[in-house]
């Protein structure tokens, strides 16, 4: 599959995203006539802490809230898997009916309505900023707003919408922790020194370190810096992202204007094109 004459023939892309995600974009880097090379940065596991969860479908069932952000597949998920081990599924889809439920992307809102959720609204921008522009468009001033989402991420969106009035509260239904598998780390840093990796792909800034984490008993985090910066196209699915780690230390090549994988994978094939 070619965009307008452009490929990924020959080249082999890295994606850092988790093992239950990584191979719906590898099919895509397979489409666009790329190689996919799986090196996961992020280990998904839901939360044991299911009185958050039950709480927050009672506060659902009351009508209580007036919208529902998710930011992630992983946190629809992770929210209606918890549910389920609650026997609450059924109300969950009830009660998030009846309120305002916004998905972050096409993919965020394309898990939602698997599970019989209609979607709300979908931000023009797939990001915190976009969700910030769009529900300021609706004025939020003393409404209740919840977010479904990992334990760590960064509270910036809350206190944005905060700030314009909104009652914002985050529960954390999933953790986003460092994988394990030493043998995978070694495999990767030997194919990343020989040049078999052409790109690596970051949906966040989190993947960026915890991949320098996974790496650090093998080699200096100077060494590697300059490995991947002499060696790769480093592409940043959104601006939050590429600061993140140009803060690291990384040189950021591609910025998809879309902030989706298939987004950065035609970008990414257009810059190679024109160079």
């Known amino acids: 599959m070619v965009q307008n004459g452009f490929t990924l023939k020959g080249r082999t892309v890295a994606i850092t995203r988790s093992r239950d995600q990584a191979e719906e974009t590898g099919k895509l880097i397979k489409q666009y006539e790329g ?13 044991s802490d299911l009185l958050t969860v039950e709480n927050f479908i009672a506060e659902l069932w009351k009508e209580r809230i007036d919208y529902v952000l998710f930011m992630s597949v992983n946190g629809v998920r ?11 599924k059924s109300q969950l889809e009830q009660s998030l009916e009846e309120t305002v439920t916004l998905a972050v992307g096409p993919k965020t809102a394309q898990e939602l309505r698997s599970h019989n959720v209609q979607v709300g609204l979908v931000p023009a921008k797939y990001s915190s900023e976009g969700i910030i522009e769009c529900l300021r468009q609706y004025g939020i001033s003393g409404k209740t707003i919840y977010i479904p989402r990992t334990r760590g991420a960064t509270t910036d969106l809350a206190k944005s919408l905060r700030a314009i009035g909104g009652k914002v509260k985050e529960i954390y239904v999933y953790e986003s922790l460092l994988p394990d598998n030493k043998d995978l780390a070694e495999r990767f840093l030997r194919d990343l020194i020989d040049g078999k990796i052409d790109a690596m792909i970051y949906g966040s800034s989190l993947s960026a370190k915890n991949l320098f984490k996974m790496l650090r008993e093998l080699i200096s985090k100077k060494k590697l810096l300059t490995i991947m910066n002499s060696k790769l196209t480093i592409v940043a699915i959104g601006p939050v992202t ?17 902030y989706t994988f298939k987004g ?9 094109s024109a160079k």
């Not at 992770?78 to 609450?88: K, M, P, R, T, Y």
């Open 78 to 88: 992770c929210l209606f898997s918890s549910a389920e081990n609650l026997g609450l």
């Open 264 to 272: 950065a994978l035609i970008e990414l094939a257009c810059y190679w």
């Open 242 to 258: 590429a600061e993140a780690l140009s803060e690291i230390g990384l040189r950021v090549d591609v910025i998809p204007d879309r």
């Open 35 to 47: 190689e996919p090379y799986f090196i996961p940065a992020i280990e998904i596991k839901a939360t």
